[in-house]
């Protein structure tokens, strides 16, 4: 899975080369995560934070050390989660700040400072599409792609995350490809936190009522 964000608040400026040296030759041979209440001077995460604790923090939103790789677990992680610091190249006309954060749970996360945008937005990537349906169920990962958007277990109500994105000035959609799932929003921009609360819900505690499933079952056999 990869996130991205794009906010207007400003992200702490990368490394210099020199200082990225130093850090490699201070590292340690032993990855390990940095200790609570440290300070990080090398991977920073503009503030996702919603209230109440929750959002994207709940899928375990610590940035990893950037000298710890990312160990994959059965195999399954992503090779790209290597290591949390990566020297992003970009036009020179391009104004915006980039930070890339592999979490603990092999998350990769791009981060986007726009100082200049009056939206703020965010895209999950899933590394699963159509060709990923098993036999005897075509049409599995599209159906999949529907019902996440209905509701939640922190937000049960049904639509209640379509209807407040359309009320703070956004828009959501999703689209199901060969090998990936992706979903996106965009929203005001002192809307974020609320707005991403309510879409990293969808992966972590998704209600998928018989009624729903149902109704989208025949949608997406109507749409094949």
């Not at 300070?39 to 503030?47: E, G, L, Y």
């Not at 407040?164 to 199901?176: D, L």
Request: with cysteine; hydrophobic share 35%.
């Amino acid at each position: 899975m990869s996130l991205w964000l794009i906010r207007p608040k400003p992200i702490s400026p990368p490394l210099s080369r020199s200082r990225r040296r130093h850090r490699r030759a201070r590292a340690k041979p032993t990855p390990r995560l940095r200790p609570p209440g440290a300070r990080a001077d090398s991977v920073s995460v503009s503030p996702v934070h919603a209230r109440g604790g929750e959002s994207a923090a709940a899928m375990d939103s610590r940035p990893r050390e950037a000298d710890a790789p990312a160990e994959p677990s059965g195999g399954s992680a992503p090779a790209a989660a290597a290591n949390g610091e990566v020297e992003i190249t970009k036009p020179c006309n391009d104004k915006r700040g980039y930070r890339r954060v592999v979490l603990p749970n092999a998350l990769e996360c791009l981060v986007i400072s726009d100082p200049d945008t009056d939206k703020a937005a965010a895209s999950m990537n899933v590394s699963v599409g159509y060709f990923c349906d098993p036999e005897g169920l075509p049409g599995l990962a599209h159906f999949l792609e529907h019902m996440l958007f209905y509701a939640s277990e922190k937000y049960p109500i049904e639509d209640s995350y379509s209807k407040y994105i359309a009320e703070h000035g956004g828009s959501r959609n999703a689209f199901t490809s060969r090998e990936h799932t992706n979903f996106f929003f965009d929203v005001n921009n002192d809307c974020l936190d609320d707005a991403l609360d309510r879409f990293a819900q969808f992966f972590i505690n998704p209600l998928m009522s018989p009624d729903a499933i149902l109704r989208e079952v025949n949608a997406v056999d109507s749409a094949s």
